[in-house]
């Protein structure tokens, strides 16, 4: 059974950076596409990015391009996304996600899911 463990999130000012890892235990790390959503409160999941099993591609929505950078080390069996320039509008609860299927921004297709990590962005 692959479990997924999210890490890094806290409190941060506007304008600030933090790292979320997620790491995997229980499967072949590098069998899996790995993706990053968001929950805020109120709102339905929303898909944040997304990394092939190698590495080798990735997607982002649109919201974070150009600030976020997912990233993966299939040696550690971790993911990881790297945020910058944040925004109080980016306050959520982050989850990884892992799919043996074809990757994907949609949540359904994600056969596995961690509990979550708070980022707070402050004003």
């Known amino acids: 059974q692959v479990q997924l463990v999210e890490s890094g999130g806290r409190l941060v000012q506007a304008g600030g950076s933090l790292r979320l890892s997620c790491a995997c235990s229980?499967?072949?790390?590098?069998?899996?596409?790995m993706a990053w959503f968001r929950q805020a409160p109120g709102k339905e999941r929303e898909f944040v990015a997304v990394?092939?099993?190698?590495?080798?591609?990735?997607y982002y929505a649109d919201s974070v391009k150009g600030r976020f950078t997912i990233s993966r080390d299939n040696a550690k069996n971790t993911v990881y996304l790297q945020m910058h320039s944040l925004k109080p509008e980016d306050t959520a609860v982050y989850y990884c996600?892992?799919?043996?299927?074809?990757?994907?921004?949609?949540?359904?297709?994600?056969?596995?899911w961690g509990q979550g990590t708070q980022v707070t962005v402050s004003s």
């Open positions: 996600g892992a799919t043996r299927g074809t990757w994907s921004s949609r949540p359904g297709v994600y056969d596995y």
């Open positions: 990394i092939n099993r190698s590495g080798g591609s990735t």
């Open positions: 229980g499967g072949t790390f590098s069998n899996y596409g």
